[in-house]
Nanobody
Framework: VQLQASGGGSVQAGGSLELSCVASISWFSIVSMGWYRQAPGKQRELVATITDVAMMDYGDSVKGRFQIYKNTAKNAVYLQMNSLEPGDTAVYFC???????????WGQGTQVTVSS
């Protein structure tokens, strides 16, 4: 499973960015997709996930600011990030859980930098 993430960049605090991730397999073959992030010196943490039936889960630090949604026809998941804070600075990784084997697959990561 190949995951191609895009949309990272640099923004000032209070700004917005949208991340995109396209999978090489159909959403029909996927149980869930989502985003995790890792800041320097910190552990990787959950940002948001969405299942094939559109159940969503968010990390506590992004609730109310970030929104995850999917496009089944495009085999894609998106992360709309609003009211960005310097603490959101991290490498964001796209992930997908394949239905056939239950394994989690990871994309290459995209950098998000928020300046104060």
């Amino acid at each position: 499973v190949q995951l191609q993430a895009s949309g990272g960049g640099s923004v000032q605090a209070g700004g917005s960015l949208e991340l995109s991730c396209v999978a090489s397999i159909s959403w029909f073959s996927i149980v869930s997709m989502g985003w995790y992030r890792q800041a320097p010196g910190k552990q990787r943490e959950l940002v948001a996930t969405i299942t094939d039936v559109a159940m969503m889960d968010y990390g506590d630090s992004v609730k109310g600011r970030f929104q995850i949604y999917k496009n089944t026809a495009k085999n894609a998941v998106y992360l709309q990030m609003n009211s960005l804070e310097p603490g959101d600075t991290a490498v964001y990784f796209c992930t997908a859980r394949r239905r056939a084997d239950g394994l989690d697959y990871w994309g290459q990561g995209t950098q998000v930098t928020v300046s104060s």
